[in-house]
């Protein structure tokens, strides 16, 4: 009898299921900031690009594996035990720790914007499984809410994109490339939809509304001022949409390049096309924001200058790439000869507000 309350006593007592998940959660939440700045392992192996790409995929795969099997457990009475509980957790936050694993095998030599797009992968695979274990806290098993986690949470979603990134570093700048491209579309679109119809706020405000302020400012209530733009303000959009499209050609323009002329193996020149890129559309959208009104023309005037600023620097960098060949480059000195001309233009009609 003592000996078994002794060897009783000598087994570890397990904290129950659901405690057991709050420490998961808050293990896998853990492991999310040293993702973010995380580098590349170092290693004498050669990297195989094959190898890396079967492992991730393998890696996710398994993710989504013990994510429905943790749903599965845990949507029905009885609870797991103790001990079930344990193992299955182990299993989760190993599976999850192989797809981090794998990102680290990575090397920044096979470009810093491929790294990117696996990191936020990652980032994803891990933010999701620990987003489930926290929604199967709050959930009672065997409700209605438990029959949707495996249709919508996001966890399988990440996973499922795994074997959609690109798979060097040239695909993957032209991704990146492409949304800018689109960003920057989108927004030129909603600036001329805007400029056409002569109302910024156009459907923002009820037709009443519309009615009360075109007579008289109502306390607490936007003046026509700062629901409509002047004739000032109207002739100083002129070159502003001018200039945004003229970064919709550029990044259009810096895209095809890419596409034709950059090689796999310039890693670094493609990673600084990416970069610098990447500062055009939330430079175009602070151009776009400031000419709603009420329109602060000096407001105007420094954001445009911050985006002809930027746009100078991606097509220097791009011209100094050599991804676009000498014959062909004679549009960028056109390109920014037309960039100039809308900053010129600019200049000159927000010269009073100096």
């Not at 009820?206 to 009360?212: A, L, R, V």
């Not at 550029?250 to 310039?266: M, P, S, T």
């Not at 445009?304 to 960098?317: D, G, P, T, Y």
């Not at 960028?332 to 900053?343: G, T």
Request: proline share 6%.
């Amino acid at each position: 009898m003592a000996s078994e309350t002794a060897s009783a006593a000598s087994v570890p007592t397990l904290t129950p299921p659901l405690e057991q998940l709050r420490h998961l959660a808050a293990e896998l939440r853990l492991l999310l900031p040293g993702v973010r700045v995380g580098e590349a392992r170092e290693t004498t192996e050669e990297f195989n690009r094959e190898v890396f790409w079967r492992r991730l995929n393998e890696a996710a795969v398994k993710v989504s594996w013990e994510a429905t099997s943790l749903t599965t457990v845990f949507s029905r009475l009885p609870l797991p035990s103790p001990q079930e509980t344990q193992r299955i957790s182990e299993q989760v936050c190993g599976a999850v720790k192989a797809v981090i694993a794998v990102y680290y095998s990575l090397p920044k030599e096979q470009g810093i914007t491929l790294r990117k797009l696996v990191r936020s992968a990652t980032l994803d695979i891990v933010d999701g499984m620990a987003q489930l274990v926290e929604v199967l806290l709050i959930t009672p098993p065997q409700s209605p809410e438990n029959s949707n986690l495996i249709s919508y949470n996001n966890v399988w979603v990440a996973c499922q994109q795994v074997p959609q990134i690109p798979k060097d570093n040239k695909a993957a700048a032209l991704l990146m490339l492409t949304k800018s491209v689109d960003f920057v579309k989108d927004a030129h679109e909603e600036m001329e939809q805007a400029v056409e119809e002569c109302d910024p706020y156009c459907g923002l405000l009820n037709d009443s509304e519309e009615d009360n302020h075109s007579n008289e400012d109502v306390l607490g209530f936007p003046s026509n001022r700062d629901l409509y733009w002047s004739e000032e303000d109207q002739e100083l959009i002129i070159p502003c949409l001018a200039l945004v499209r003229s970064s919709k050609a550029c990044l259009k323009k810096i895209r095809i390049l890419v596409a034709e002329n950059g090689k796999k193996d310039q890693v670094a020149q493609l990673d600084d096309i990416v970069d610098i890129s990447d500062e055009i559309s939330p430079s175009v959208d602070d151009l776009a924001l400031s000419i709603y009104p009420p329109m602060c023309h000096l407001t105007v005037r420094i954001n445009s200058a911050k985006l002809v600023s930027v746009l100078r620097k991606a097509l220097e960098i791009t011209k100094a790439s050599h991804v676009t060949p000498q014959p062909e480059d004679s549009w960028i000195p056109l390109l920014i000869n037309a960039v100039d001309h809308c900053m010129n233009r600019i200049k000159e009609l927000t010269q009073s507000e100096i």
